[in-house]
């Protein structure tokens, strides 16, 4: 059984479109995150939700907008999107809001805008 | 505020071999680091990580030492195998959630 699942795997959209990346997670965990990958493998973080309430919200676009329905789900839903926005976009929970630092992530959604 | 600097890539190696991958921080406080990897195709899991100065973390024969006085806590394994192929990343948490390294790019040959 998945700890920490995403959909879709893979999302291949133009320009210009909507669309949305889902998360769930079955580990009980309070906090939840949203990490970008970029191509060269960096790793910086977008979102973190503690319990459904947005803590964390780091320099991103508007056009990103987080959702988390209760604390086992967090969506992220993109607006217009760009060329600069593909990359793999990673869950990831942890127990406590970060501090332990032991997080324990999605196998990530690779999202290509053309 | 926090960072992790992580040697460049990509490293290859012949199985067998002894590896060292780098890594320095810089952190107000007292962070726990970690060492995190990815295998090709996955999200990152936890390999290692340890809490306070002078523990060593270690798991599937990966060390790494917590070393307060050079602010660095520099990953290593006495003999590689090509299993171990995948991107290795460096990370640190303070008072924030993690913040990650630019990550080091691994090749074992056999």
């Known amino acids: 059984d998945t700890a920490v699942s995403q959909t879709p795997k893979y999302l291949v959209t133009q320009m210009g479109n909507d669309k949305s990346i889902k998360c769930e997670q079955n580990?009980?965990?309070?906090?939840m995150y949203w990490y970008k990958q970029d191509s060269k493998k960096f790793l910086k973080i977008m979102f973190s939700?503690?319990?459904?309430?947005?803590?964390i919200n780091e320099t991103v676009p508007n056009r990103f907008s987080p959702k988390s329905p209760d604390k086992a789900h967090l969506n992220l839903h993109i607006n217009s999107l760009e060329l600069g926005d593909s990359a793999v976009y990673f869950c990831?929970?942890?127990?406590?809001?970060?501090?332990?630092?032991?997080?324990?992530f999605g196998e990530g959604s690779r999202l290509t805008v053309l | 505020g926090n960072s992790v600097t992580q040697m460049e890539g990509p490293v290859t190696l012949s199985e067998e071999a002894f590896l060292t991958i780098n890594c320095t921080y810089t952190a107000t406080g007292y962070p726990s680091l970690f060492w995190y990897v990815q295998y090709p195709g996955e999200g990152l899991q936890l390999l290692l990580k340890a809490t306070k100065a002078d523990d060593k973390g270690s798991n599937k024969g990966f060390e790494a030492t917590y070393r307060k006085e050079t602010t660095s806590f520099h990953l290593e394994k006495g003999s590689v195998q090509v299993s171990d192929s995948a991107v290795y990343f460096c990370a640190l948490s303070g008072n924030t959630p993690l913040v990650f390294g630019k990550g080091t790019r691994l090749s074992v040959i056999a």
């Open positions: 990831a929970s942890s127990p406590l809001a970060g501090i332990s630092g032991e997080l324990f």
């Open positions: 939700y503690n319990n459904k309430e947005l803590i």
């Open positions: 580990l009980g965990h309070d906090t």
